[in-house]
T-cell receptor, first 112, second 114 residues
């Protein structure tokens, strides 16, 4: 596989569930990102990892918990979400800072 | 922090007509600028980028953009629209504070009519 791969593509979960989103990049990049895309809102940067260390955390609620076990994999663990958390969650990677990001196809999350 | 503003949330053009999508940036340092395209239920795909050097940047699918410092603009153009160009387009700027974040505009939805 090439590029950035996200699984699952679609996820429906109840507010009491725990689930995880997975992202894998095959580009040899050092940085990985989680973005949230809601209807009628700009893309929101959630988390940034560089060389497996978190470098940014933009005031994201604790019900979202990222994990970066190595430079190729990134997870977003979800628990006790709210309906307003329903959105498209996009993973991206980049060689480093001040460069373009390469995006996965996203996970469409619906919280019921 | 650096930011971008995309003028017009919806743009409609006829097939074969010029496409012009507007983006203005706000930055206290020389910006790195990007245009992305998003098709329905897909991720974002890089169209083109400006870092340094030539101010007219050519990208994929016949798109190009010109960096104009005096106007703080980075508008996206294509001479002749195709039906397949219908999508959401996002302008973005690198955040010089972090070096990692891209700050995106709200997006412009391009409709191409026959």
């Amino acid at each position: 596989e090439t590029g950035v791969t996200q699984t699952p593509r679609h996820l429906v979960m109840g507010m009491t569930n725990k689930k995880s989103l997975k992202c894998e990049q095959h580009l040899g990049h050092n940085a990985m990102y989680w973005y949230k895309q809601s209807a009628k809102k700009p893309l929101e940067l959630m988390f940034v990892y560089s060389l497996e260390e978190r470098v940014e955390n933009n005031s994201v609620p604790s019900r979202f918990s990222p994990e970066c076990p190595n430079s190729s994999h990134l997870f977003l663990h979800l628990h006790t979400l709210q309906p307003e958390d329903s959105a498209l969650y996009l993973c991206a990677s980049s060689p480093g800072g001040f460069t373009e990001a390469f995006f996965g196809q996203g996970t469409r999350l619906t919280v019921v | 922090a650096q930011s971008v503003t995309q003028l017009g949330s919806h743009v409609s053009v006829s097939e074969g007509a010029l496409v012009l999508l507007r983006c203005n940036y706000s930055s206290s340092v020389p910006p790195y600028l990007f245009w992305y395209v998003q098709y329905p239920n897909q991720g974002l795909q890089l169209l083109l980028k400006y870092t340094t050097g030539a101010t007219l940047v050519k990208g994929i699918n016949g798109f190009e953009a010109e960096f104009k410092k005096s106007e703080t603009s980075f508008h996206l153009t294509k001479p002749s629209a195709h039906m397949s160009d219908a999508a959401e387009y996002f302008c973005a700027v690198s955040d010089s504070n972090s070096g990692y974040a891209l700050n995106f505009g709200k997006g412009t939805s391009l409709l191409v009519t026959p």
